[in-house]
């Protein structure tokens, strides 16, 4: 069974500019969520979606948001990006949606702003 | 809303001898506590969970223990190889399908 899978691994951006990131979970998983990783901060929850609603959501400014698709496909955008969104933003996916189940992670997108 | 201490944040060891890395939650209500490995330029892997009603779980050189009332749980890898050399991370279930993780432990096994 193939994992997860996020595109693109690696982005690039200026200040003010907006950013679309992509999830596939594992085939058969209806739930995603997103993470924020830094340095300093370690990982962050940003939200969870199930049956392309949101049913969870982090401490995040609302420049952070994310949509899920009939096909459990998902992605997450930034606004107005800032320096500060620079991190690595992984996303995770569960099987059937119970709570406190298992995540597998992708491998990531590396999101530098300059 | 829950908090995850881990520690040690660094720890090198020697090959062929035993690592424990520890955490502390806060939360009484969470049940579920993952453990995953992250190498360079990957995400995260589990390598391991235990639920509360469960004080301990083995998977060949792994194992984790969990301590309800003192609210900490442990991470042992035994017979340490260069290749389990990587961040760890312990996590504990908050509300729905949010997980709070620990700050990292980066092992190093000295071959």
């Known amino acids: 069974k193939a994992g997860v899978t996020q595109t693109p691994r690696y982005l690039i951006k200026t200040r003010g500019q907006q950013v679309t990131l992509s999830c596939s979970p594992i085939s058969g998983h209806r739930s995603v969520s997103w993470y924020q990783q830094t340095p300093g901060q370690g990982l962050q929850f940003l939200f969870e979606?199930?049956?392309?609603?949101?049913?969870n959501k982090g401490n995040f400014p609302g420049r952070f948001s994310g949509r899920q698709f009939s096909n459990s496909r998902s992605e997450m955008n930034v606004s107005t990006l800032e320096l500060g969104d620079s991190a690595l933003y992984l996303c995770?996916?569960?099987?059937?949606?119970?709570?406190?189940?298992?995540?597998?992670f992708g491998p990531g997108t590396r999101l530098l702003v300059l | 809303g829950e908090n995850v201490e881990q520690h040690p944040s660094t720890l090198s060891v020697q090959e062929g001898d035993s690592a424990v890395i520890k955490c502390t939650y806060s939360?009484?209500?969470?049940?579920?506590f993952p453990w995953y490995k992250q190498e360079l330029g990957k995400g995260p892997q589990l390598i391991i969970d235990i639920r509360s009603n469960v004080g301990e779980k083995k998977d060949q050189r792994i194992a984790v223990t969990l301590n309800k009332t003192a609210k900490h749980f442990s991470l042992h890898i035994t017979e340490t190889q260069p290749e389990d050399s990587a961040v760890y991370f312990c996590a504990a279930s908050g509300t729905g399908n949010q997980f709070y993780f620990g700050t990292g432990t980066s092992l190093t096994v000295i071959p």
């Open positions: 939360d009484s209500a969470s049940n579920y």
């Open positions: 979606y199930f049956s392309e609603t949101q049913r």
């Open positions: 995770a996916s569960s099987g059937t949606g119970i709570v406190r189940e298992t995540q597998y």
